[in-house]
């Protein structure tokens, strides 16, 4: 059949448009089905590793009517404050070796981080009653020394101090260690030291956790400036072998991260949460995982457990329930102290005042950066009990027993006498 110009000139027109509708509708097709967020300039956020039940911390007026002190709560002072001379005591930290307990603390004249700034310690075989305070690393002529923590390793108890430069170019500073076989004399300092065998350019968290299968597990927080990064060691007296976790820290425009002063639980699968101070002043725990062993870590997140913007505590009871311990006020108030307690270190619905505003003195001396509360707790599990040290007012040191029996979460759980 004959077929003019003209009509196959609009026959292609038709077939080109046709073709120009069927890209267009393709086109809306996959803009409609294809995923929002690939178009989003920043990844999807990590669900926080764990929650906490709000009811746990409604307050009224500056009480939460919801928490209970625990059965045979005991509160004991470890040492007092001394006017001009320890009038600031700050960052105690426990550990338990040869039957019995060991607190060190950091000590100065008056204000926080003062000249002169050392390490005291003293020790008891009940948790009541305390000797005499001893030094366990004595002012230096160009820095400042605070408590690092503790480790034990058989007959050998290990004492970690930090050690702040006065010329350094910002605030930051290193790690140093000392061994004893009795608790009363003591080797030289020596620097802690990394895999490489450098040594280690940080301030050592002093929470010291043993991981399986003989990783020791801690933070440093890494210069310049304080950084806090997670680090572990096959090195059973912790004081050598240290490698970094591959761990990001949020943005802060600082040169002090956000993540600071942490703790670690672990979950019912073997996860290990590590919880953190927002420096950023969310006054909300931060936390990551690592499902690794401390390999590697998720990006910290936001939690919802209220916080007073303070180094806590983190750990497992001996059946493994996770607890914490902070001050959930939600500011920068160092009231009450208390007890998180989780199943399974994924919700958090139990709690407990450890102490409150009750017991609490008034504050003898004035000093730089002094508080009223209850600050800095660390805690460990010794003899069958919960202990927590902290510093009241930031003069005097004191600790808290609770009976594991009075942290049960359910009836079913049970007790371990050796720990």
Not at 367 to 394: E, Q
């Amino acid at each position: 059949m004959f077929q003019s110009p003209f009509s196959a000139s609009l026959f292609a027109f038709r077939q080109t448009a046709f073709r120009y509708v069927d890209l267009r509708i393709l086109f809306a097709l996959l803009i409609l089905t294809y995923p929002f967020s690939a178009f989003s300039e920043e990844p999807a956020k990590p669900a926080a590793p764990f929650t906490v039940d709000p009811t746990l911390f409604t307050k009224q007026g500056d009480t939460f009517p919801a928490l209970k002190s625990p059965d045979g709560v005991q509160h004991f002072t470890v040492f007092e404050g001394v006017q001009t001379q320890a009038g600031y005591n700050h960052g105690a930290v426990l550990t338990g070796f040869k039957g019995q307990l060991f607190c060190q603390w950091q000590t100065s004249g008056k204000d926080e981080d003062g000249p002169g700034t050392h390490v005291i310690y003293s020790f008891s075989e009940d948790g009541e009653h305390w000797n005499n305070s001893r030094v366990l690393a004595p002012a230096r002529e160009h820095a400042i020394v605070t408590s690092g923590g503790w480790w034990t390793q058989g007959d050998t108890l290990i004492a970690f101090i930090n050690v702040w430069p006065d010329d350094a170019p910002q605030k930051q500073g290193y790690t140093e260690y000392a061994t004893s076989s009795d608790g009363i004399n003591w080797s030289a300092f020596k620097p802690v030291t990394g895999a490489g065998g450098r040594p280690v350019q940080g301030i050592i968290e002093q929470d010291l956790k043993a991981l399986p299968p003989g990783r020791i597990l801690t933070v440093f927080h890494m210069q310049p400036g304080l950084h806090a990064t997670p680090y572990y060691t096959e090195d059973p007296s912790a004081t050598s072998g240290w490698t970094a976790g591959n761990f990001t820290n949020l943005p802060h425009k600082d040169t002090i991260s956000r993540e600071l002063e942490p703790s670690s639980f672990v979950d019912a699968d073997n996860n290990i949460v590590m919880t953190f101070r927002d420096q950023a002043g969310s006054f909300r725990v931060l936390a990551s995982v690592s499902k690794d062993n401390g390999d590697t870590w998720s990006l910290p997140v936001v939690t919802n457990m209220p916080d007073s913007r303070a180094k806590q505590s983190a750990g497992n009871l001996p059946d493994g329930t996770a607890y914490l311990v902070n001050n959930p006020s939600g500011t920068k108030d160092r009231l009450p102290l208390v007890v998180t307690l989780s199943r399974d270190g994924k919700h958090f619905d139990h709690a407990l005042l450890a102490r409150d505003e009750s017991s609490l003195p008034p504050m003898k001396f004035a000093g730089k950066y002094k508080r009223t509360g209850y600050s800095y707790p660390k805690s460990i599990v010794w003899r069958d009990a919960l202990w927590i040290s902290y510093a009241v007012n930031k003069e005097d040191i004191a600790v808290t027993r609770i009976p594991v029996s009075s942290l049960r979460v359910q009836d079913s759980l049970e007790t371990n006498p050796d720990q």
